[in-house]
């Protein structure tokens, strides 16, 4: 019984009798070994030991044993109409955000994040598949399963040809980015200068980006090619404040600011409904924990500085009990580049943890809130500790300037760079 597996719930049924203290000797000709033999031996010592065929859930344990013993291993098997590979990953807490999975042309790519490395499985497939595949994932365990449909029912001798990179464990900032081609869904205006985007990724795609991490749009632009990064959001924020399922994670909400004459916004602007454009695997380093942690969260965002503090909003006020405070400080010209001022004032009525204080620098003579600049006295009349010894976590976004300024300010105010995280593509 290998430490990946279940026993009492997976195989206690299945138990054919304990193993004896002295080798008992197979019928002649036959060698058993679990790690080296084959699944077709394997099946004919348990008819010629038990006598009876072998039971279906036993037979499915047998198929997916690894052939390695390594740190991670991966290994595959068939039905008529399936294809699986089974990544063992020896891992806790691996989940779908860890995960991204690609089938183009019959090459199929998974990659897994554990840590700061990544593991890679990819292989030019022996036949077609069709276009959906499904990921499983055993959380507790660490297993994943990658389930693909052949396009013809046909016995394959092989799962494919390795590629260069297949079955390679190494530093997630050397394996360099991957892309997809994901069509344009829809495109709607949030303010006068910034539109929401959709994307639709490939039903051959598994792609879910982590809270707090970003992906880059390529596009090809008078011959170039131009890569931008941008921070995924919600659709909108609902006063339930959950997430919708878009059939299983299948799009890609993206807020961004169209430059009047930013070369990469305006060809962004430009595309119709039905058109495609290639993006990335998802990159960064925040890190969940760091809100679980904390008791008190301060987001600080300047114009489109606010779309990480979307998905970390949502993840706050929705999963982590043991925060008291939620506060973003957000900073714009005038009220009308504010994005989703309504929903955001919306939210604070529902969530009483949860406080917005808009800032402008140009605001007009009718503006009765704050206004000016980030600068020390604005934070520290926002960023406060409620107690001494509160965790406090502080997330900052914006123009580069904005977001050096704001880290200066809070550290002459006492926050240690562990209480600071600031968002950079």
């Not at 993206?254 to 290639?278: E, P, R, V, W």
């Amino acid at each position: 019984v290998h430490r990946w597996v279940n026993y009492e719930s997976m195989l206690k049924e299945c138990l054919v009798g304990r193993m004896a203290v002295k080798p008992i000797a197979a019928p002649k000709g036959i060698t058993f070994h679990v790690l080296t033999a084959s699944y077709d031996l394997l099946l004919l010592t348990y008819f010629l030991t038990v006598g009876q065929p072998v039971p279906f859930r036993l037979l499915m344990t047998l198929l997916s044993i690894p052939c390695s013993l390594g740190n991670t291993s991966c290994d595959w098997f068939q039905t008529d109409s399936l294809i699986t590979v089974v990544i063992y990953t020896k891992q806790k807490d691996v989940n779908a955000e860890l995960v991204t999975v690609d089938c183009q042309d019959r090459r199929l790519r998974g990659e897994i994040i554990m840590e700061d490395h990544s593991y890679l499985v990819e292989v030019d497939l022996d036949h077609a598949v069709q276009e959906d595949l499904a990921v499983n994932i055993a959380e507790k365990v660490g297993k994943v399963e990658i389930i693909l449909k052949k396009k013809d029912n046909i016995h394959w001798k092989m799962l494919g040809k390795p590629l260069e990179s297949h079955n390679t464990f190494i530093k997630r900032m050397d394996r360099g980015l991957f892309y997809r081609k994901c069509k344009l869904a829809s495109k709607t205006e949030v303010t006068h200068d910034t539109k929401l985007f959709c994307l639709m990724l490939p039903k051959s795609t598994h792609l879910h980006v982590p809270t707090g991490q970003h992906v880059y749009l390529k596009q090809i632009i008078a011959g170039r090619e131009v890569v931008k990064p941008y921070t995924p959001v919600l659709p909108f924020l609902p006063l339930n404040f959950k997430e919708p399922s878009c059939h299983g994670g299948a799009h890609i909400y993206l807020m961004i600011k169209i430059y009047s004459c930013g070369l990469f916004t305006q060809a962004l602007d430009h595309l119709q409904i039905g058109d495609y454009i290639s993006l990335s695997n998802p990159e960064g380093n925040f890190k969940k924990s760091q809100v679980q942690t904390s008791e008190e969260l301060f987001l600080l965002a300047a114009g489109t500085g606010f779309t990480p503090m979307v998905k970390l909003l949502n993840f706050a006020l929705t999963e982590v009990s043991c925060l008291r405070t939620v506060k973003l400080i957000f900073f714009n010209k005038t009220e009308d580049d504010v994005l989703w001022r309504n929903q955001l004032e919306q939210l604070a009525l529902k969530d009483e943890r949860f406080e917005v204080q808009f800032i402008l620098s140009q605001p007009t003579k009718d503006w009765v809130g704050k206004q000016g600049k980030i600068s020390s006295s604005l934070l520290f009349e926002f960023v406060k500790r409620s107690r001494k010894d509160s965790k406090v976590l502080i997330c900052i976004c914006g123009p580069t300037p904005f977001t050096e300024q704001g880290v200066q300010y809070l550290k002459d105010l006492g926050y240690s760079q562990e209480e600071i995280h600031t968002f950079i593509a």
